[in-house]
C-alpha cells in the first residue's frame, strides 16, 4: 500500500502540469469573504492555506487544479455546478464546496506521514459527488455534509 501511495506522489510530481508556481497561483483558489464567513457554514475551523509550508502549498495547489491524471477539485466544482439549474441553490453550494475544498486541501497537503485524508478518500469523494449531482442533485447538500462531517471527524482526532 505505501509503494501505491509513494509511486503516485512520484507520478504526480513528476507529469503534474501545473502551468505555474504553486505560491503565485494560491491567491486565486481563496476567497477572503469565504474565509471570513466560514463559521456560517461549518463548525471546522478553516485554515489557512497561505501558512503552508512552500511544499505543501504546492499539494494543495495540486489538490485544488488537478494533473494529467486527476481532476483537481476547481474541476469537480465545476462540473457539480453545471448540474444545477437554480441560482440561488448555486451559488450555496458553490460556497459549500469552496469552503470544502479549502478544508480538504490543506489536510491532504501534508506530509504522508501526518495527513488524515488519503487520495483514495479524495477519489471516493469526487466520484460520489460528481454521481449524485449527475443522479440526484437535490442531495447534493446532505452529502456535502455528510462529508464535511468526515472531514471534521478525520481533523479533530
Not at 5 to 17: D, K, Q, Y
Not at 89 to 94: G, H, Q
Not at 111 to 118: A, E, L, V
Request: charged share 30%.
Amino acid at each position: 500500500m505505501y509503494l501505491h501511495i509513494f509511486i503516485l506522489t512520484v507520478a504526480v510530481l513528476e507529469f503534474s502540469m501545473l502551468p505555474f508556481s504553486a505560491t503565485s497561483s494560491l491567491a486565486e483558489h481563496i476567497d477572503s469573504k469565504e474565509l471570513k464567513s466560514s463559521g456560517k457554514f461549518c463548525s471546522i475551523p478553516l485554515p489557512d492555506p497561505e501558512k503552508l509550508s512552500a511544499e505543501e502549498k504546492e499539494w494543495f495547489t495540486t489538490f485544488q487544479e488537478g494533473t494529467f491524471y486527476a481532476q483537481g477539485w476547481k474541476d469537480i466544482t465545476s462540473k457539480i455546478l453545471n448540474k444545477i439549474t437554480k441560482e440561488s441553490e448555486k451559488e450555496k453550494l458553490r460556497r459549500s464546496l469552496n469552503l470544502l475544498g479549502i478544508r480538504i486541501g490543506c489536510e491532504w497537503s501534508k506530509d504522508n506521514s501526518i495527513r488524515k485524508i488519503t487520495t483514495d478518500m479524495l477519489e471516493q469523494w469526487g466520484a460520489k459527488l460528481q454521481k449524485t449531482a449527475e443522479e440526484k442533485p437535490d442531495e447534493l447538500p446532505v452529502l456535502i455534509a455528510n462529508i464535511r462531517q468526515k472531514v471534521f471527524e478525520l481533523v479533530t482526532d
